[in-house]
């Protein structure tokens, strides 16, 4: 295997902002942010979504006004007549 052509790998925590759960892991991504977590020094990326957090993987159902906005559609365009 050629030592030259594989992307360098750092130790990486995403942290997700909703919950503050952390994902430790390795990746090529690098960020100014740097946290010492077990003696280890990760680069820190902060997201909004993560599989903690969106509902697809939680199971939560959130609400939407979907009547208000058919509503708000419908008069915005209608037909005058």
């Not at 594989?6 to 503050?20: A, M, N, W, Y």
């Amino acid at each position: 295997m050629k030592a030259e052509i594989h992307p360098k790998s750092f130790p990486v925590c995403f942290r997700d902002v909703s919950t503050g759960r952390n994902f430790l892991t390795y990746s090529t991504l690098k960020s100014d942010r740097k946290e010492t977590i077990d003696n280890v020094e990760y680069f820190v990326h902060i997201r909004d979504v993560t599989s903690d957090s969106h509902p697809a993987y939680t199971g939560e159902k959130r609400f939407v006004d979907a009547a208000g906005r058919v509503e708000k559609f419908q008069s915005k365009f209608s037909r005058r007549r």
